[in-house]
């Protein structure tokens, strides 16, 4: 006999009953123990943060996340899948600083860096029991009770391990380069970050006269999109190959002025306008011409206001004459070593003018904008302005719009390995899809440039640097016994965190001044992509473990983790082991409202995932995620999809078992093992049946999601 089923089905009911089960069970925990000492599978969670609710992305992700471990332990595999929560750097500060209405970072530190970071510690588990409950509905199976935390001690220390390992082999160094900056935050971004921000912007765009020195009546055009970097204009960059023109034109006030532009760039600048080409030359002509200074706020200390010569000045935008402030571009920096020109630094860390630039000072720079221009038109150096609309980097974090901006800070030599994280990418790794390997991900790599690792913030890991006060001595300190052994005293129960580690001292062996750690903390990414390390607390603890579990079988994120996650676990595992650390990764689509636009708590076009839970409950669910759409798809969700799962496949598959059950019953059939059927009915369907275990399994090994999903779906309508 079957055990009778009622033609109506409640899913959530029944989900419930069978979650209740697992619990009570220990289920999860059996899947372990059954499976030890069998062939490992290594599954590793990108942390989220937990200060936040989770939202039916997340259900998403984790839908993904936990159908190949599934999977493996079906195949008989021991499968080791520890949670981990992110719980440092801006996204958690932010929150606290919204809290207590702080807008920049003096009033964090007015208000005590020990205290502030305290209230960031206790917000980061906010909303954990949120995420638990999730978790468990949902049935992801991952170990919660075991998770990583990326603010413990242990965590850090192996950090700080990994980046003494760097230090040592010459990855770890301080310059002073053109960094994004985000001048709200205060602290300069990685390239990884601002890919992640870019949005439309309206900006100026325009040209200015550059009046010649020894030429009289003849000007520089230069073209840009922030006139506030105008104050720390030092040269004009010409390509010395390029065509130039002097042109002459008659002034709409009257008489006749000469301009000097690239003869490619005449019609997009002057349009229909008559202009008498005077004479054509090569760039190389223009080499040190002199051109009166724009402004004078801050005399350079060096010669400076000439043209100097530049590969990189193109004749797409603009017109060929490139504007140069070296505080503030990464190429206008590279001509000022060339030509030892000064740099100007006319702003200040919050991104306002200093007080030197007398007319704006205080202002913030973007905001100057307007007031820049108007004092060039008054002087009758400004030819042209128009707002025009281009992508502009925002912070992901506060959305103030980064600036350009000079400063000493860290970095890793990532570009040192570059062919080394292109060659493991390209031959140990598999992405789903395909074509990120060599795309998205392939591109990225050999467009790599060196890391930007120094945060000046409150709330992560310190860079464990110490440098003298006097002689300027470095040491970097790899260890909680190194730091006790520098200090001559115990630091086992010192908090790792600032303020703390900011009061260790000792003296320079150099020349017995005090050796004070430097101010920065590093980059959150760093710390989530060292996780196969420092979740183990490597090396100090778990060697076996961490060769057992290392690299992961499988990773899966949203695929904009091709700049973030995916990627600093790549670049760190390559400069730590010459290793990947995932063999294969899936990347997941976003998951948009029902009209493709991004879900908004604020337009009310957000979903709770709990919603969809409570009516069609988790199997529903994921299975529309499975079968919607391959996993890199972009996906317009609404409610109604999910009921419609349970409608046409549910029920369906529902209803065919429990007709079964009741004629089933009725016939009283013998179950006899082996069964060779005559009927050619049976037959067929148990070879279609064969047939779908072959297919659905080639598929999962293949990590192919649609198709060890949707022909089950239609084997069961059929
Ligand atoms: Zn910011
Ligand atoms: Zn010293």
């Given at each position: 006999?079957?055990?009778?089923?009622?033609?109506?089905?409640?899913?959530?009911?029944?989900?419930?009953?069978?979650?209740?089960?697992?619990?009570?069970?220990?289920?999860?925990?059996?899947?372990?123990?059954?499976?030890?000492?069998?062939?490992?599978?290594?599954?590793?969670?990108?942390?989220?943060?937990?200060?936040?609710?989770?939202?039916?992305?997340?259900?998403?992700?984790?839908?993904?996340?936990?159908?190949?471990?599934?999977?493996?332990?079906?195949?008989?595999?021991?499968?080791?899948?520890?949670?981990?929560?992110?719980?440092?750097?801006?996204?958690?500060?932010?929150?606290?600083?919204?809290?207590?209405?702080?807008?920049?970072?003096?009033?964090?530190?007015?208000?005590?860096?020990?205290?502030?970071?305290?209230?960031?510690?206790?917000?980061?588990?906010?909303?954990?029991?949120?995420?638990?409950?999730?978790?468990?509905?949902?049935?992801?199976?991952?170990?919660?009770?075991?998770?990583?935390?990326?603010?413990?001690?242990?965590?850090?220390?192996?950090v700080w391990w990994i980046l003494k390992n760097f230090w040592e082999k010459g990855l770890l160094y301080q310059g002073y380069k053109?960094?994004?900056?985000?001048?709200?935050?205060?602290?300069?971004?990685?390239?990884?970050?601002?890919?992640?921000?870019?949005?439309?912007?309206?900006?100026?765009?325009?040209?200015?006269?550059?009046?010649?020195?020894?030429?009289?009546?003849?000007?520089?055009?230069?073209?840009?999109?922030?006139?506030?970097?105008?104050?720390?204009?030092?040269?004009?960059?010409?390509?010395?190959?390029?065509?130039?023109?002097?042109?002459?034109?008659?002034?709409?006030?009257?008489?006749?002025?000469?301009?000097?532009?690239?003869?490619?760039?005449?019609?997009?600048?002057?349009?229909?306008?008559?202009?008498?080409?005077?004479?054509?030359?090569?760039?190389?002509?223009?080499?040190?011409?002199?051109?009166?200074?724009?402004?004078?706020?801050?005399?350079?200390?060096?010669?400076?206001?000439?043209?100097?010569?530049?590969?990189?000045?193109?004749?797409?935008?603009?017109?060929?004459?490139?504007?140069?402030?070296?505080?503030?571009?990464?190429?206008?920096?590279?001509?000022?070593?060339?030509?030892?020109?000064?740099?100007?630094?006319?702003?200040?860390?919050?991104?306002?003018?200093?007080?030197?630039?007398?007319?704006?000072?205080?202002?913030?720079?973007?905001?100057?904008?307007?007031?820049?221009?108007?004092?060039?038109?008054?002087?009758?150096?400004?030819?042209?302005?128009?707002?025009?609309?281009?992508?502009?980097?925002?912070?992901?974090?506060?959305?103030?719009?980064?600036?350009?901006?000079?400063?000493g800070t860290w970095y890793i030599r990532t570009s040192q390995v570059k062919d080394r994280l292109?060659?493991?990418?390209?031959?140990?790794?598999?992405?789903?899809?395909?074509?990120?390997?060599?795309?998205?991900?392939?591109?990225?790599?050999?467009?790599n440039i060196d890391w930007a690792l120094g945060?000046?913030?409150?709330?992560?890991?310190?860079l464990p640097v110490w440098e003298?006060?006097?002689?300027k001595h470095q040491e970097c300190i790899g260890?909680?016994?190194?730091?006790?052994?520098?200090?001559?005293?115990?630091?086992?129960?010192?908090?790792?965190?600032?303020?703390?580690?900011?009061?260790?001292?000792?003296?320079?062996?150099?020349?017995?001044?005090?050796?004070?750690?430097v101010?920065e903390?590093i980059?959150?990414?760093f710390?989530?992509?060292?996780?196969?390390?420092?979740?183990?607390?490597?090396?100090?603890?778990?060697?076996?473990?961490?060769?057992?579990?290392?690299?992961?079988?499988?990773?899966?994120?949203?695929?904009?983790?091709?700049?973030?996650?995916?990627?600093?676990?790549?670049a760190i595992s390559t400069m730590l082991f010459d290793?990947?650390?995932?063999?294969?990764?899936?990347?997941?689509?976003?998951?948009?409202?029902?009209?493709?636009?991004?879900?908004?708590?604020?337009?009310?076009?957000?979903?709770?995932?709990?919603?969809?839970?409570?009516?069609?409950?988790?199997?529903?669910?994921?299975?529309?995620?499975?079968?919607?759409?391959?996993?890199?798809?972009?996906?317009?969700?609404?409610?109604?999809?999910?009921?419609?799962?349970?409608?046409?496949?549910?029920?369906?598959?529902?209803?065919?078992?429990?007709?079964?059950?009741?004629?089933?019953?009725?016939?009283?059939?013998?179950?006899?093992?082996?069964?060779?059927?005559?009927?050619?009915?049976?037959?067929?369907?148990?070879?279609?049946?064969?047939?779908?275990?072959?297919?659905?399994?080639?598929?999962?090994?293949?990590?192919?999601?649609?198709?060890?999903?949707?022909?089950?779906?239609?084997?069961?309508?059929?």
């Open positions: 006999m079957f055990k009778p089923v009622s033609p109506k089905l409640d899913v959530t009911e029944m989900e419930n009953t069978i979650l209740k089960y697992w619990k009570e069970q220990e289920i999860f925990k059996k899947t372990g123990l059954e499976r030890s000492g069998k062939p490992e599978y290594v599954f590793y969670e990108g942390p989220p943060t937990a200060n936040g609710k989770p939202g039916v992305h997340h259900v998403e992700a984790r839908a993904f996340k936990d159908m190949f471990p599934r999977y493996k332990i079906m195949r008989g595999f021991h499968v080791s899948r520890r949670g981990g929560w992110d719980t440092h750097g801006l996204p958690v500060e932010i929150e606290i600083e919204k809290k207590h209405g702080f807008t920049n970072k003096q009033q964090i530190e007015d208000y005590g860096i020990a205290k502030f970071n305290e209230e960031c510690r206790k917000s980061v588990f906010d909303y954990i029991q949120d995420w638990e409950k999730l978790t468990d509905r949902i049935a992801f199976w991952v170990d919660l009770k075991e998770a990583y935390v990326t603010y413990t001690n242990d965590y850090i220390e192996s053109v960094v994004p900056y985000c001048p709200r935050c205060g602290t300069p971004l990685s390239d990884h970050e601002v890919a992640q921000g870019y949005a439309e912007a309206k900006d100026p765009s325009v040209f200015v006269r550059l009046p010649l020195v020894d030429v009289p009546n003849t000007s520089l055009l230069i073209w840009t999109t922030t006139p506030w970097t105008l104050p720390g204009n030092v040269a004009v960059a010409a390509h010395p190959d390029v065509d130039y023109v002097t042109i002459e034109r008659e002034l709409p006030e009257g008489g006749k002025e000469r301009l000097i532009i690239a003869k490619l760039l005449l019609e997009k600048v002057f349009g229909d306008e008559q202009v008498n080409i005077i004479e054509t030359f090569k760039g190389k002509k223009l080499d040190h011409f002199q051109y009166q200074p724009l402004f004078t706020f801050m005399p350079p200390d060096k010669p400076a206001h000439f043209v100097v010569m530049g590969d990189f000045v193109t004749t797409e935008d603009g017109t060929g004459l490139v504007h140069m402030a070296p505080a503030f571009g990464a190429e206008d920096m590279q001509a000022a070593i060339k030509y030892d020109l000064p740099i100007l630094m006319t702003v200040d860390a919050d991104g306002t003018f200093k007080p030197e630039i007398t007319p704006w000072k205080g202002q913030f720079v973007k905001d100057a904008d307007p007031f820049i221009l108007k004092d060039l038109q008054a002087r009758g150096l400004l030819f042209r302005s128009e707002i025009f609309t281009h992508t502009y980097p925002f912070c992901w974090r506060c959305d103030t719009p980064l600036l350009y901006y000079a400063r292109v060659e493991i990418n390209r031959n140990n790794i598999n992405w789903v899809p395909a074509h990120v390997k060599e795309g998205r991900f392939g591109n990225w790599l050999e467009n945060r000046e913030r409150f709330w992560g890991t310190p003298c006060k006097e002689c260890s909680v016994a190194e730091l006790s052994q520098k200090t001559g005293q115990d630091q086992s129960e010192l908090d790792l965190h600032r303020p703390y580690v900011d009061d260790i001292q000792w003296s320079c062996p150099e020349c017995d001044s005090p050796m004070l750690r101010p903390l980059d959150v990414w710390y989530s992509g060292s996780m196969p390390v420092a979740q183990l607390h490597y090396p100090f603890e778990n060697q076996e473990l961490f060769k057992n579990q290392f690299p992961a079988d499988y990773i899966c994120e949203a695929v904009d983790q091709t700049r973030g996650w995916f990627y600093s676990l790549h290793s990947e650390s995932y063999k294969n990764v899936v990347c997941l689509g976003l998951v948009l409202d029902r009209d493709g636009q991004k879900m908004s708590k604020s337009r009310g076009t957000a979903v709770d995932p709990w919603d969809i839970l409570n009516v069609s409950g988790a199997d529903a669910f994921r299975w529309y995620f499975y079968t919607s759409g391959p996993p890199h798809a972009e996906r317009r969700f609404s409610p109604d999809l999910v009921t419609e799962i349970v409608r046409s496949f549910t029920l369906t598959l529902w209803n065919v078992y429990s007709f079964f059950v009741t004629y089933a019953n009725l016939d009283n059939p013998v179950v006899k093992e082996n069964f060779q059927p005559d009927n050619e009915l049976d037959k067929w369907l148990l070879s279609t049946l064969n047939v779908l275990v072959r297919d659905v399994t080639r598929a999962y090994e293949e990590y192919d999601v649609t198709g060890a999903t949707r022909p089950i779906e239609a084997f069961v309508e059929n």
